[in-house]
C-alpha cells in the first residue's frame, strides 16, 4: 500500500472509494507515546517508511494549549504528516482534529488501542472498545470535524470474551474513515505473548477500506508472515524500530520488491546523532536530554559497543557533547563495524599476497 492508496478512500459521507486492484504493501512507523518524536519521523520517512504516525497526543490538552501536547503534534519536515490524538469527549476530540487540520495535519488518527492505565482508565484509548456506540460518536465528531482523511487504531478487542474489531472497523467504515489499523492482541494482554496476526484477518474480511496489521512485526520476514496471515494491505512496527529507525524503510522497500538498503555502522552513528540533536532542538537541551535517554539506550543496545559503564554513562550524562562521543563509539566498536573492516581488509591482503611472492 502506498500512502496515496492509503488516501485514497472517501473522506465525506458514507460511502468509501473503489481500492486499487494490485496496491503495493508498505510499512508504516507506529505511534509510539514518548517515542516517535518529530525527529525520530523525519528520519524514518527520509529512509522509505510509507508513512510514520505521531506520537500519541492528548487532544483536550492539545486543544487547550498545552506546550508538549503540541510539540508531539510537530510535524514540519514530514509528508504526509499523522497526527494521532486520543481522548474521549467529542467535543475536544473534534476540536483537536481542527486545530491539527489547521497546523497542517494530512490525516487524523483516532486512538482505540492504547493499553496503559493513565489512558483507559480515563475512558480513552482501548477502553473505547467497550462501548462501540459511544466510539463511533467519537469518530463521527473527527469526519465531521475536518475534510482531510481520518482513520482509526484498535486492538482486537477488550479481552478474549469480547474481541469486537470487526465491529468497529465496520462502524468507522460506514463513518467515512479512510483506513483501520489493528494491533493483534487485546487490551488485557498488553503486549504480552505473540501478536495474533490471523485474527486480525476477520477485520480485512468485514471492511473494504485499507487495513494495516500491527504486533510484532520486527523484520521483512515477519512482514511478509503478518500479511499473508492477516490479509492486510500494510504492517505497522513499532516497537522494534526504536533504535533502529531504519528498519521501517527497509522493510517497505523488500514488500515492494526492491532492495533493502543496509546502512553501515558508520552511517547508523549519523543517524543516531542527528536523531539526538534534533530532540536537543525540539525540546530544548533540558528537556531533550530526558527525551532522548530512551533512545541513546536502544541505539547503544543494537550497537553493541560499549561496555556496561560506558552504556549506563551515555543514557545518564547531561553533557550533549559527551553523549555524542559515547553515541559515536558505540557503533564504531561495534561487532559490525569490526566485520565490516575485515571484509575491506581482506581484499587488500590478498592483492598484497602475490605481490609479497613476487618480491620474494
Not at 559503564?309 to 545518564?316: A, D, K, S
Amino acid at each position: 500500500m502506498t500512502i496515496d492508496h492509503y488516501l485514497s478512500a472517501s473522506t465525506t459521507g458514507s460511502g468509501t472509494a473503489a481500492l486499487p486492484a494490485s496496491p503495493e504493501p508498505g510499512a508504516l512507523l507506529a505511534p509510539l507515546s514518548g517515542v516517535t518524536d518529530l525527529a525520530l519521523r523525519r528520519i524514518a520517512r527520509r529512509l522509505g517508511a510509507t508513512a510514520v504516525v505521531s506520537e500519541m497526543v492528548a487532544a483536550e490538552e492539545f486543544a487547550r494549549g498545552a506546550a508538549e501536547a503540541r510539540l508531539r503534534a510537530e510535524g514540519e519536515g514530514v509528508l504526509p504528516h499523522v497526527v494521532q490524538l486520543a481522548g474521549c469527549d467529542p467535543r475536544w476530540m473534534a476540536e483537536g482534529a481542527r486545530l491539527a487540520e489547521g497546523n497542517g495535519a494530512d490525516v487524523i488518527d483516532v486512538n482505540m488501542g492504547c493499553p496503559a492505565k493513565k489512558v483507559t482508565g480515563g475512558e480513552a484509548g482501548s477502553a473505547l472498545m467497550r462501548d462501540l456506540d459511544h466510539a463511533a460518536r467519537l469518530l463521527a465528531a473527527v469526519r465531521g470535524a475536518v475534510s482531510v482523511p481520518v482513520t482509526v487504531k484498535m486492538r482486537l478487542g477488550w479481552d478474549d470474551a469480547s474481541r469486537n474489531a470487526p465491529d468497529l472497523a465496520r462502524r468507522a467504515q460506514d463513518l467515512g474513515l479512510s483506513a483501520v489499523t489493528v494491533h493483534g492482541r487485546t487490551r488485557q494482554q498488553f503486549y504480552t505473548g505473540r501478536a495474533d496476526w490471523a485474527a486480525i484477518r476477520a477485520v480485512t474480511e468485514a471492511v473494504t477500506i485499507p487495513v494495516v496489521a500491527n504486533g510484532d512485526v520486527g523484520s521483512l520476514e515477519e512482514a511478509r508472515a503478518c500479511l499473508a496471515a492477516s490479509g492486510a494491505r500494510a504492517v505497522m512496527i513499532g516497537r522494534a524500530a526504536v533504535g533502529r529507525p531504519w528498519l521501517v524503510g527497509a522493510v517497505a522497500a523488500g514488500l515492494a520488491g526492491r532492495a533493502a538498503p543496509r546502512p553501515t555502522a558508520a552511517e547508523k552513528a549519523d543517524l543516531a546523532a542527528e536523531h539526538y540533536e534534533g530532540l536537543l532542538a525540539l525540546y530544548g537541551a533540558g528537556m531533550g536530554v530526558r527525551h532522548a535517554r530512551k533512545h541513546l539506550a536502544a541505539y547503544a543496545d543494537h550497537a553493541g559497543g560499549l561496555s556496561a559503564p560506558e552504556r549506563h554513562r551515555l543514557v545518564t550524562t547531561t553533557d550533549p557533547a559527551e553523549a555524542l562521543a559515547l553515541l559515536r563509539r558505540a557503533f564504531a566498536q561495534a561487532p559490525e563495524a569490526a566485520e565490516t573492516s575485515a571484509r575491506q581488509a581482506a581484499p587488500a591482503a590478498q592483492r598484497a599476497a602475490p605481490a609479497a611472492k613476487q618480491a620474494a
